[in-house]
């Protein structure tokens, strides 16, 4: 039985994308990055899908986690 995890995540287009390209190159064929565009945010919809919940679930961690880190790093380059 196939699960699904989908997170979402919206604010500043340029935070987001970097954040994002830095995993893609990760495990392209785990997840699915799709972007909703907002007037002054960007919304991205990452969707898991594997073929257990214990699967999908530990997939949506490392995810969150390498996010994170992505998102930490550009704020110490940042400032």
Sequence with gaps: MESTIEIRWSGDPGK???AIQSIEPDDPDA?????VH???SIEAIITVKASSLSTAKATADDILACLGA???AGDVLED
């Design 16 to 18: 987001i994308k970097r």
């Design 31 to 35: 997840f699915n990055v799709d972007f």
């Design 38 to 40: 907002h007037e002054s």
């Design 70 to 72: 992505a998102t930490v």
